[in-house]
């Protein structure tokens, strides 16, 4: 059989350059399937540079990772009902972690797998594929929403379409935050409903229940909270590994006459700006914009029970928005100064330590010395700079809740 054979001549070759691995049962036949299957001229120096450079059996993540690099896109099916006759080939992992690729022969049209290291058999029946999970490779820049002609068509940049595919765990993100804000406003309820029942009737009968169903939403409350921490950990990470890695594939492809007109240091200060969308997705800024849901529930809580007196924190909201809106001009261009000044430090440091032995050589301790003090002084003072207007923010936001925290109070215990 030619694909048979094809294959057999491809992963010969693949095992020979990953002599580390050689003896050890991978799923380098697999990645050899997709890529003979595709019927792409792949230069075999490509098709080795995919591969992982650490010298362990190929698994099923490092095999979507290899075919990634090669410009497969890969698309997570639910069930075999959407494997049609025809369609692209589809990894299959069991939930043991044994994977199976299923394929349309070129030949007869028929479906068939291949497994690691078994042979190629026909696919009579889709009982034996339950239970796992479906990954469905294309070479469509239709399909990629990173390609030029998909970002032609929804107009969206790069890094907006990477973001894309975040949507479902963005969807779970945006449900566990009204959770958590369905659950922080529990508290509240249950103490009226103490006051209803046990204070002004003086039972204790249902104190028990109420003080159970206040434990319990605690623990619902933290555990929200922690699995919504870990989803934003998870993004961030995933972000940066997938601009970092992207970048610096883009750097590696420049011709070298154009990337060594740039220096080093600039090429590696570009490298970490991302460092900054890190930064806020996992600092409490994300948090707060993931709070507004809470705050709503909350005010929407406060006029279904007291009616006027919601009108206390929405000004106080009103007024926030106001502080956010003064400060935010000046917040942009502190960052922007840090930042700065930030990349000046970065490189001087690299460039110093180039340069050491010429700088000792030459005797100019001294000026690189005073260099480094001046930089390190404007870095610092322009980070301290930014640090005031966020304290300032702060202390003007502490100020505005805690006058809004006791009107509320005070004009509460004079309803009642």
Same mark, same amino acid.
């Given at each position: ?265 600039? *090429? ?110 404007? *870095? ?37």
């Amino acid at each position: 059989m030619r694909l048979r054979a094809a294959i057999e001549r491809l992963e010969a070759l693949v095992r020979r350059s990953r002599s580390g691995v050689a003896g050890e049962a991978g799923l380098e036949r697999l990645f050899c399937t997709v890529c003979v299957l595709s019927a792409a001229d792949f230069p075999l120096r490509q098709i080795l540079a995919a591969l992982p450079a650490h010298e362990t059996a190929l698994d099923a993540d490092g095999l979507l990772s290899a075919l990634g690099h090669l410009g497969f896109h890969a698309s997570r099916q639910r069930g075999h009902a959407s494997l049609p006759v025809g369609a692209g080939p589809t990894l299959f992992v069991a939930p043991n972690g044994e994977a199976v690729l299923i394929f349309s022969c070129p030949d007869s049209g028929r479906l068939k797998k291949i497994s690691g290291d078994g042979e190629i058999e026909d696919v009579d029946s889709w009982r034996p594929f339950k239970g796992g999970t479906f990954w469905r490779f294309s070479r469509e820049d239709e399909t990629d929403p990173l390609s030029k002609i998909r970002r032609g068509h929804t107009g969206h940049s790069w890094f907006r379409a990477l973001t894309s595919k975040f949507d479902r765990i963005g969807l779970g993100l945006l449900i566990t935050s009204l959770a958590v804000a369905g659950t922080s406003v529990l508290l509240p309820l249950f103490t009226i409903q103490i006051y209803v029942h046990v204070i002004s009737l003086g039972s204790l009968t249902p104190l028990p229940y109420f003080v159970l169903g206040m434990m319990l939403a605690i623990v619902l409350e933290a555990l929200l909270l922690a699995q919504r921490t870990r989803i934003l950990a998870w993004i961030a990470n995933r972000l940066e590994f997938l601009v970092s890695t992207a970048s610096f594939e883009r750097l590696l492809k420049i011709r070298p006459t154009i990337s060594e007109r740039a220096a080093v240091t600039d *090429q590696a200060a570009r490298l970490r700006t991302l460092e900054n969308v890190r930064e806020f997705i996992t600092g409490p800024a994300a948090t707060s914009l993931l709070e507004v849901l809470a705050s709503f529930a909350s005010l929407a809580i406060i006029a279904l029970l007291a009616g006027w007196l919601a009108l206390i924190p929405f000004i106080g909201i009103c007024m926030h928005l106001g502080l956010f809106l003064l400060l935010r001009r000046r917040a942009r261009v502190m960052t922007s100064i840090a930042a700065e000044e930030s990349t000046e430090m970065q490189r001087i440091t690299i460039e110093m330590l180039e340069k050491r032995d010429a700088i000792c050589q030459a005797g100019l301790q001294h000026l690189w010395s005073q260099r480094l003090v001046r930089g390190a002084r404007r *870095q610092q003072t322009a980070q301290m700079s930014l640090r005031l207007v966020g304290a300032m923010g702060e202390a003007f936001s502490t100020f505005i809740l805690t006058v809004a925290t006791i009107l509320l109070l005070a004009s509460g215990v004079e309803a009642v």
